[in-house]
């Protein structure tokens, strides 16, 4: 099972490239030095320096060699799933009945929108890891109370939190399995207890996350956890809880929104999503119903699912909707989690000194038949669903276009190319990450081939949206009022200016003058805060530089007063690629 959820998995990861947030990491990598710093700062809410690590030394063998990331990809996955399965023989022993939780976590499609994404998976996935090995560990740890296995789930964990703040949530699994199956009598009794007789293991856990929490605040917090109380929770609550892990986990959503080229949002029809959730409803009542002990392995999700609801209230739904709460992304670990509590219910958990007992029987549960045929077509369904989203996801080629297209301008250069260092697209380097959004960050690994000067004469270059590079014009805003006859803006005693037809103010400006001299010269020009020393150069030329502050005149200097100059032409305003040629 393990090995076909792979070779799946192979086939969806494969398919994929780089996208939005990969370049980013790439663009903040590029830009910074590898210190802790750069290690240490957040990334939309997240805190992950070894993520960043592993990025980094991605970008040290071939930036845009997606085969790698994908192969880490895959690895980490396979480490995943075989730690459920050990975690899943551990708890509950070598039986047959396990593969029914296992299906449930290699084949339902919650765990695939962050897989086939490496800025999403190498966060996520290290989480998923520690779920099955930390928990194995953590689970023999309450057995034997020895302290191997207390430091092996530290270890784990601790690695884990170094890829995924999330990984926190991991202590309600540890607090759950200790309360709920290692003690006895009301929770007030069950903590004491625990505490008495796991004491080094609590301390442990504690210095952990008391060692940790204040410094995610400090340095990856970067949203308002209030803002959960100020926003509606029903509706974030509905499409998180209801509609995407009530169908997700029963194999749905059988069908997808897309909002974007390659972001795809659960869509289950109503009566899909009222059938997945009655499958859910009967699920858990005919497990409830033949075992005693059994409602408590619920707890498991919900301690999951909870925080889910509130970490989107406060810190994503409340800039872009509740939509995005329908996004798998946000609750990944939810299949290894649905997984373990499914195997919970079921059967009596291994050393532990309260178990599941079956009270009576099941026509359901006591026909492996039925319940076989029952786990094959979620399975089947899962797949079909993840099938339905990797194609979706995969089919989105406009950053692997872009950079092909990019390539393929630099392909003959020999020297370095003149670029306006502008933003790239928003497909690409969203625009709230400025600056890394810049030509010049996340077109690093061409550096070697690419400039990005301040002023340049005659030649100039910029970056299309579809990534080939073109001659720039300048679309203006403002130009140059001059004489009507001779020439418009002549030089005199090695000075000139231009005026321009309207106040300018504002950055990201560029001006382009037209000049022509009749011998080379030093020449300065200010521009208002902006000062730059391009000279000027014997004949007809054009002349760009970047320009910002608040003015109206432009002013050139130091010529050489016996240098004939004069500029005949000037336009501000944003340099844009000239129109393809026709072919």
Known sequence: MIVAQLGFRAWAVYGSWFQLDDFTFMSRLASRPMDFDMLAVGHAGHLMPFGFVLSWANMQVDPLAWALPATEL????????????????????????????????????????????????????????????????????????????????????????GFYEKTLLIYAFFAFLALAYFATGDLLAR???????????????????????PFYVEYGLNFDPNRANAEPLLPVFLNVVAVAYGTGVVGGPLQWTHPSEIFSLPDPTQ??????????????????????????????????????????????????????????????ELAAITAIALGLALFPLRGATEQVEVTRTSSFLDLPVRVGVTTAVVAALGI?????????????????????????????????????????????????????????????????????????TDELRIVAPDGEIRPVVIDP??????????????????????KLDAPVF??????????????????????????????????????????????????????????????????????????????
């Open 74 to 161: 895959l690895i980490m996955q396979a480490v995943a799933s075989v730690g459920v399965l050990v975690l899943l023989v551990s708890a509950f022993g070598r039986r047959l009945g396990i593969l029914v939780p296992l299906a449930i976590y290699l084949f339902t499609v919650l765990s695939l929108p962050a897989f086939v994404w490496w800025a999403a998976g190498v966060n996520q996935i290290p989480l998923q890891i520690a779920i099955g090995w930390a928990g194995w560990t953590h689970l023999n740890y309450l057995r034997t109370r020895r302290t191997g296995w207390l430091v092996a789930t530290v270890a784990i964990t601790v690695g884990a939190l």
């Open 506 to 583: 504002g950055t990201g400006w560029w001006v382009r003058v037209s000049y022509a001299a009749d011998g080379d010269s030093p020449l300065a020009v200010r521009a208002g805060d902006e000062r730059h020393e391009p000279g000027a150069v014997k004949g007809l030329h054009s002349l760009f530089f970047e320009a910002s502050g608040e003015f109206q005149t432009i002013e050139f200097s130091g010529l050489d007063p016996d240098v004939t100059f004069c500029i005949t032409e000037a336009e501000l305003g944003v340099p844009v690629p000239a129109d393809a040629p026709e072919e």
């Open 271 to 332: 009566l899909l999503n009222l059938f997945a959730l009655a499958v859910v409803g009967a699920i858990v009542y005919e497990i409830s119903r033949s075992r005693l002990r059994a409602k408590r392995a619920w707890i498991l999700p919900a301690l999951f699912l909870g925080p889910s609801v509130l970490l989107l209230a406060g810190g994503r739904t409340s800039f872009v909707g509740p939509d995005l709460a329908l996004d798998y992304r946000y609750q990944t």
């Open 191 to 213: 903590m004491r207890h625990i505490i008495r007789t796991y004491r080094a293991g609590v301390i442990a856990h504690s210095v952990v996350v008391v060692a940790y929490v």
């Open 477 to 498: 805003l403002r130009t140059g009022v001059g004489a009507q006859t001779g020439c418009p803006y002549p030089a005199r005693f090695g000075r000139a200016s231009v």
């Open 384 to 456: 079909y669903s993840s099938t339905t989203y990797a194609l979706h996801w995969n089919s989105g080629d406009t950053t692997k276009r872009y950079f092909a297209a990019l390539e393929s301008s630099l392909a003959d250069v020999d020297e370095p190319v003149p670029l306006v260092d502008a933003a790239v697209p928003e497909e690409v380097v969203g625009a709230l990450t400025f600056p890394y959004n810049l030509a010049s960050n996340a077109l690093h690994m061409h550096a070697e081939k690419t400039r990005y000067p301040s002023a340049s």
